[in-house]
């Protein structure tokens, strides 16, 4: 037993040895306070070096690490120093730390498995087509998980049960490390999240009860574009909503705040909430709007001057091209603007004002949220709102076309909205 003990005791000598000599090449970088590691934290600068030296095998799966104390001493910094590269290397799952014994390179590294839910998208065809929003926010989630190395599905789901389902069945079966939400009604989402046992972020939507979310600035967005129009001249404002709870109040709640803030009333009869997403009723809406107007208005006989359409790009082309066959023309009659995370209301004829973020910054910010959460870098209870893109185009020249527009770009920093209560509840 002694002999083998003694063995053992030189191999792992030696391989302390080994390590030691073959990379002073790269400590001398870490003390170099001008090298191209200035300006990194020294934690960081060791991490990359332990990760380097994993990585080309140097340090092969199952090698024990040198003391905390000796890998102190060998690239000059302090054991808090030391003990934060290690924890952040363990973290991510390149080392393995077992208490009174050591710190190791983990055997076999444990890849996140993280997954998106679709959720309540259930009428296939009709979502077909407008794949762009489902291939551009995986597209941003997926750039994450590569970089991440997590392995990364999707699965569209009905209802919130058969969703409970899955992570139960998932999570039981350790297939399942975190889930990114998208559902098409934000308001099952509390009960969806109840009791989960993994980290989640929703995104786009939220609700009472859910922690983590990606959003975007729905608030900020909708205030901008009715400024915009209040800029312009218009005053007589219709807004048509989503029928989505949270996204209609954030939405509904930037456009109020505009009003006020430029003293304008509140015609309570031209805003209008849709039942749904279905292009096929835009010409209902348009003429719930147009009310007593009749089924086809002369120019400057209506009770608006502009609209501002928050249900996304395809009902606003239809409801353009509805307005045109009640002989109402935008920008010549009406003024109009959209949300548009798509960035194509320049495909328009003619372009129209657009503001939103797109689906595939959405994605990418809620899968880097759900690895932070995974990684435990911040806290469980955190929500991002991503900066709103604003472009100015032909839609809005005034309605008296006294100021001819070019297309201009401009981002406004996220806010925190969640205080301000601008409105009261509307109704379909």
Known sequence: MDAKRGITCLSFLEQCILFFMSSNRSTDALHNKTGPGAGIPRYEQIKRHLRHDIDSGLLPPGQMLPSQGDLAAKYGVSDITIRRALQDLARS????????????????????????????????????????????????IGEIAWESWSVFSVVRLNDVEAARNFIKEQTAQHLLDGLLIKSRDGTV????????????????????????????????????????????????????????????????????????????PLDESLILRAEDYAIEHAGLWVDRLLGASGSRAAPGTTRFDAIFCGMGTHVASRMIAELAERGLRVPEDLGFVMHDPDDSGELFEPPVTSAGCSNFDLGRAGA??????????????????????????????????NSPLTTTRFTIAAQDHKKQNHGKQIQN
């Open 189 to 264: 989402l509390p009960e969806l999240v109840a009791g989960l046992t993994i980290p989640y972020v929703t995104i786009r939507t939220t609700g009472p009860g859910v922690l983590n979310s990606a959003l975007g600035d729905e608030f900020g967005e909708a205030q901008q574009l009715t400024r915009h129009l209040i800029t312009q001249g218009y005053r007589r404002i219709a807004f048509i909503g989503p029928p989505i709870e949270d996204l209609f109040q954030r939405r509904y709640g930037g456009y109020v705040a505009s009003l006020r803030g430029a003293h304008l």
């Open 93 to 140: 799952g390149v080392l393995q730390r077992i208490a009174g014994v050591g710190t190791f390179v983990r055997e076999e590294r444990k890849l996140p498995r993280i997954a998106l839910l679709l959720l309540g998208f259930d009428q296939v065809e009709k979502w077909r087509a407008r794949s762009k929003i489902f291939g551009d926010l995986m597209a941003g």
């Open 368 to 401: 880097h949220l759900l690895d932070s959460l995974l990684k435990n870098q911040v806290s469980a209870t955190s929500q991002l709102i991503l900066p709103t893109h604003v472009v100015i185009r032909a839609s809005t020249p005034g309605p008296m076309h």
